[in-house]
Nanobody
């Protein structure tokens, strides 16, 4: 059994910062890319940031220069540092990752249950 658990969401004022964490646990052999998505009310889920197993990163245009994705492979954890937050960043933030489970050939995609980020004055 493999789990992804997000944490770090909450209420923050515009211009503030939050750091989200996504911890993978269970019988894990290897983790490939780790990604952050978000879904605002009545909107489709969108990709926010990705980080490859080798550390290459990509960002949605809407968060470039404000958000930073990173990972700690020893802890099987990805992070999303969010600075200069805007009201429009309000959403449930989800983590997903490509994971090869112990004893299984190939990678599958696992999702966390999300953490709510609310940016409001």
């Amino acid at each position: 059994q493999v789990q992804l658990v997000e944490s770090g969401g909450g209420l923050v004022q515009p211009g503030g910062s939050l750091r989200l964490s996504c911890a993978a646990s269970g019988s894990i052999d290897s983790i490939g890319s780790m990604n952050w998505y978000r879904q605002a009310p009545e909107k489709q889920r969108e990709l926010v940031a990705t980080i490859s197993g080798g550390g290459n990163t990509n960002y949605a245009d809407s968060v470039k220069g404000r958000f930073t994705i990173s990972r700690d492979n020893a802890k099987n954890t990805a992070y999303l540092q969010m600075n200069s937050l805007k009201v429009e960043d309000t959403a449930v933030y989800y983590c997903n990752a490509r994971i090869r489970k112990a004893g299984v050939l190939g990678y599958g995609v696992e999702w966390g249950k999300g953490t709510l980020v609310t940016v409001s004055s």
